[in-house]
């Protein structure tokens, strides 16, 4: 199965650090956010990725090429290890496609466009904003992974939800289940007002569909503000009777979309990185009033 990753959005919220740098590629630590989510991916099992692209993100695909120069000249001075980090960034056995979503019209329309690279197959979305552990606690394999493993088996599409606080709903897709018991999800609504929710269930941008997504997104119309909706496309097929499932996240999500949720996650990874972890967590101690 291949996994869309859409990167063309114009990530306002963290201007001007975006203005000239696509978002996907501000760092966490020493990596930029666009490999967490490709080693997630690999993780998870997947090795065709789709990234759909805009003129103004070519540095993202130069990430994941081979860059001849920067090889050649590590391996004269001989920093090996440097060498095998460079040559590890894109796995052998993961292929990575690009496409170009023309004007960012929506989160439903850039996957749209992916629609001629994956044909009339199932497929994963994963936003690169959001960054989810694919191990849990015990080390077993969770979240995207675990999503893909429901789908194979039960053919239902899948959706992953985590509970917000009730006045952020606002921000994000929000789903109320139709059983509890079988996590089927009974409606789902694009940033709704917080009286107006069904449940504090906020969608976290991981996506497991069935083919049958595609009608659906070809049909759905603009919004108000002139976007394309991916949570109005799983309305309708939610609507014409296809069951879709919640997944509820397993652990934490690390949200990079926004400066202040971005700040957080970057100390959250300084901290748990092996070599700088511990003069990390010195030094914010040296700062804590
Ligand atoms: P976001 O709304 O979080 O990202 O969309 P954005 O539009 O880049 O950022 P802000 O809101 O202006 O700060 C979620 C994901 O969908 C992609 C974005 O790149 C992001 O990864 N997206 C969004 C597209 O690819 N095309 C679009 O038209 C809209």
């Known amino acids: 199965m291949k996994v869309v990753i859409p990167v063309a959005g114009l990530g306002t919220r963290m201007l001007p650090a975006t203005k000239a740098i696509p978002k996907e590629m501000l760092p966490l630590v020493d990596k930029p956010l666009i490999q967490y989510i490709v080693d997630e991916c690999h993780q998870a099992g997947f090795r065709e990725l789709v990234f759909v692209t805009h003129a103004s993100k070519n540095s993202i695909e130069n990430h994941f090429d081979t860059s001849f120069e920067l090889e050649s000249m590590l391996e004269q001075r001989v920093k090996r290890q440097l060498l095998d980090e460079v040559r590890s960034i894109c796995p052998a056995d993961l292929t990575i496609s690009c496409i170009r979503q023309g004007e960012a019209k929506g989160l ?129 097929m939610i609507a014409s009777d296809h069951q879709v499932k919640s997944y509820s996240i397993d652990g934490p999500s690390h949200d990079c979309g926004n400066k202040l949720s971005y700040v957080k996650t970057f100390i959250h990874y300084a901290l748990q990185d092996k070599k700088l972890g511990a003069d990390v967590a010195k030094y914010l101690k040296t700062l804590a009033v």
């Open 108 to 236: 439903g329309h850039a996957v749209l466009s992916a629609h001629s690279l994956i044909g009339d197959a199932p497929f994963a979305v994963v936003l690169p904003d959001v960054l989810i552990e694919q191990l849990n606690q015990k080390d077993e394999p969770v979240n995207l992974g675990a999503m893909l493993q429901h789908f194979e088996v039960s053919g239902h599409s899948q959706v992953m939800v985590e509970e917000v606080a009730k006045e952020d709903v606002s921000k994000y897709g929000v789903i109320d289940f139709a059983d509890h018991k079988d996590q089927r999800i009974a409606h789902i609504v694009e940033k709704p007002a917080v009286e107006d929710a069904p449940s504090n269930l906020a969608v976290v941008g991981r996506y497991v569909f069935s083919q049958d997504i595609w009608t659906h997104l070809a049909n759905t119309q603009p919004d108000a503000s002139g976007e394309i909706q991916l949570t109005d496309a799983i309305a309708a």
